[in-house]
């Protein structure tokens, strides 16, 4: 069992950046691929962004070049940073741990979720 929390989610301007945490419980979180979705209102959840246990990374295309997931196992933490930030943004921002397979991430566990608002 793996228990997900996320935080530093808020309102920031468009241009601006917020950088995203998820702390995660259980001594074998270096196995796990981890993933960020956001979802937006009226929208399916979407994968934004995911890393492998050694350290491979995938963007969304819209996100490239403007976030960057990162993980340090030692605190059993995943990170995603957000610049350049629009208000397509705008989303409730998951952070799941799972695995890859042959059709992508395949997301066992889910945390609560945090908003980021882009507005001015």
């Known amino acids: 069992q793996v228990q997900l929390v996320e935080s530093g989610g808020g309102l920031v301007q468009p241009g601006g950046s917020l950088s995203l945490s998820c702390a995660a419980s259980?001594?074998?979180?270096?196995?796990?691929?981890m993933a960020w979705y956001r979802q937006a209102p009226g929208k399916q959840r979407e994968l934004v962004a995911q890393?492998?246990?050694?350290?491979?990374?995938n963007y969304k295309e819209s996100v490239k070049g403007r976030f960057t997931i990162s993980r340090d196992n030692a605190k059993r933490t995943v990170y995603l940073q957000m610049n350049s930030l629009k208000p397509d943004d705008t989303a409730v921002y998951y952070c799941?741990?799972?695995?890859?397979?042959?059709?992508?991430?395949?997301?066992?566990?889910w945390g609560q979720g945090t908003q980021v608002t882009v507005s001015s």
């Open positions: 799941s741990a799972g695995g890859n397979t042959g059709l992508g991430f395949r997301a066992d566990y």
């Open positions: 259980g001594s074998i979180f270096r196995l796990y691929s």
């Open positions: 890393i492998g246990s050694i350290g491979i990374t």
